[in-house]
Every structure is written in structure tokens, then in C-alpha cells.
């Protein structure tokens, strides 16, 4: 369905200030949990996509938009006879990987980056996409579009020499590289998304070219002819509202990402907990003490403090 210029418009506005609220809200928690906030964040914000998405995702199936073939498509199997090994399930998996390891990466980063630092690496997001869709989606660019990326490029490169002659004092270099890395994985992710969409497309292309090629085959030699009741009757059935299945419903799509997104989540959580914990801290103690912060039951300092005292 081809949307109206004020409903892009919409979009983009929706779009731009949503994401700057996270921006703010996201500083704004990992002032208060520091080096407790990767974990935090990880197991959270998974949770959260999943009871966000799977609530729409039942209306939309209730309603008939989302059919059982897209969500065999996206569980099951991949249209090959071949399950979890070709097809849309390993593109939908990395990409809940991706998701994942992009918000832990930026959690783990944000108290250690300014908010310049973090605005300029951040806007590097564009020039993954463009590797990331050249390598997968075999995409081509014109050259507004380099230009647009090569300014962003520009605004990164500035900040890591300024970085690397230590301008920026508010900034660690190894936390920097997070917030690039925080950056490609969402860009990946992205593409990886945009691959399942496209195979969705072939398969509904195969799958009619087929039933065109059969239909072709056992048509008789001599048809009979049709009744105008007959003709009247079967132009009522192709006037019918039916669900457009060339097109892979969004919902689908996403609840699948944000289900891999929970179940790479503890995983992807605790290896970067040994970036953030204390040195005299054991890593189920840091587990503990992470939720304890997270449920705003003490300060993160005290914490802190009290691994000292031990140690």
C-alpha cells in the first residue's frame, strides 16, 4: 500500500522525537546505575519488546492481517523443507542478536561518553547500514547518498582525533568504540530485517508463478461455457476484501526479532558484565547487586563501596 506524503511526514516527526526522548531518558538512567546498567538494560528493555509487540502482533492476526503462513514463515520453516537452517530463521535470529548487542553496547557506554561524543558516533549508524546492505542486500547508492553518509563520517572521524589527543575528557576511548559498535549492530539489524522482508517476497513470487504454471497445464482444451449467474457469482468472490500476503506484516517481523532479542539477552548480558563489574566483585554478586540498583533499593555507589570494604 502506497502511503500519503503527510503520513511519511507524520512518521518522521514521530520517529525524530521519539528517539530523542530515548537519548534523554536513556542518559538519564545511566547517570543513576553507572556501571550496573548494561546488565539492567539488557534483560529489561527484551522483556519490555516482547510485551509490547506480541499484544499487536494477536490483534493484527485476530483482524486476519497477520496470516498463519507468515508466522510459519518466521517460526517454523523456511519455505525450503529445510527448519531453522535457510531462509528467513537465521537472518531473523542475527538480528535479535544484533538488537541486542547494540542496546547492552550503548548501556554499558553511556556514563563514560559525552553527549557530544555519544551524538557523532551515533550519527555513524548510516554508514553501516550502507556496508552492511552492499554486502547482503546487494544494494546501490547514488551520490546524494554518500554525500549524506560521508558527513557523518566526517563528524566521527573528528571526534576520535579529537579523542585519541585527548580533547575530550569526558570520553574513554574503549567506551567510544562501544558506541560505534552500538551503532552498526542496530544498522546490521536493520538489513538483516529488510532480508526477511524480501525473501518473504520471493516466496510469495515462486509460489504464484507455480500455481500460474499449474493452472496453465491442466487447463482443458475446450472450456465450457459460463453462465451469467456463474460469472455474477465468481466476480462477488474476487471483489471480496481479502489480506494482501505479498507484503510481510511489520508486527510479524518485529515480535520474531524482539523474541531471539530475550533469548540472546542473558547470554550477551553477562559477557559484557565483565567489562563493568568490580574487580573484587564475583559475577553473581554483580547479578544481584545489578537488580537491587535497578529496583532503585540502594544507590550504585553503596554498592561499590561496600565491594571495597570486603575486598
Known amino acids: 500500500m502506497r502511503r500519503s506524503g503527510a503520513e511519511v511526514t507524520v512518521a518522521i516527526v514521530v520517529s525524530i522525537c521519539l528517539g530523542a526522548l530515548n537519548g534523554i531518558f536513556s542518559k ?5 546505575l553507572q556501571r550496573f546498567d548494561g546488565l539492567a ?4 528493555n527484551a522483556i519490555g519488546y516482547v510485551a509490547g509487540y506480541f499484544p499487536i502482533l494477536y490483534l493484527r492476526w485476530r483482524a486476519g492481517i497477520v496470516t498463519t503462513g507468515m508466522l510459519r514463515f518466521m517460526y517454523v520453516d523456511s519455505g525450503d523443507g529445510r527448519r531453522y537452517v ?8 542475527a538480528g535479535g542478536l544484533a538488537d541486542e548487542a547494540g542496546q547492552i553496547c550503548s548501556s554499558v557506554a553511556a556514563p563514560y561518553v559525552s553527549i557530544i561524543a555519544s551524538t557523532l558516533l551515533g550519527q555513524t549508524s548510516s554508514v553501516w547500514t550502507v556496508v552492511a546492505s552492499s554486502i547482503v542486500l546487494h544494494a546501490r547508492y547514488v551520490f546524494q547518498e554518500f554525500l549524506g ?12 582525533v579529537d579523542l585519541r589527543n585527548g580533547g575530550d575528557h569526558k570520553t574513554q576511548f574503549s567506551m567510544a568504540l562501544l558506541v560505534l559498535a552500538a551503532a552498526a549492530a542496530p544498522a546490521v ?3 538483516f530485517k529488510e532480508k526477511v522482508f524480501r525473501l518473504w517476497r520471493q516466496r510469495k513470487k515462486n509460489e504464484t508463478s507455480s500455481s500460474s504454471s499449474e493452472r496453465r497445464r491442466r487447463r482443458p482444451q475446450t472450456e465450457t461455457k459460463t453462465t451469467p449467474l456463474l460469472r455474477s457469482h465468481q466476480g462477488a468472490e474476487s471483489s471480496a476484501p481479502t489480506t494482501d500476503v ?23 548480558s553477562l559477557a559484557t558484565s565483565y567489562i563493568k563489574k568490580p574487580s573484587s566483585m564475583s559475577l553473581s554478586r554483580y547479578v544481584v547487586n545489578t537488580f537491587r540498583c535497578f529496583s532503585n533499593q540502594l544507590d ?4 561499590i ?6 575486598s
Open 28 to 32: 538519564i538512567k545511566a547517570d543513576q
Open 149 to 160: 553518509v560521508a558527513v557523518a563520517l566526517l563528524g566521527a572521524s573528528i571526534e576520535v
Open 189 to 191: 539489524s536493520f538489513v
Open 246 to 268: 505479498s507484503q510481510l506484516d511489520v508486527w510479524v517481523v518485529a515480535s520474531a526479532a524482539a523474541v531471539w532479542s530475550l533469548a540472546w539477552a542473558p547470554a550477551v
Open 305 to 310: 563501596d561496600d565491594d571495597d570494604d570486603d
Open 41 to 44: 538494560s539488557g534483560v529489561m
Open 86 to 93: 535457510r531462509g528467513a530463521h537465521r537472518f531473523i535470529i
Open 300 to 303: 550504585y555507589r553503596d554498592f
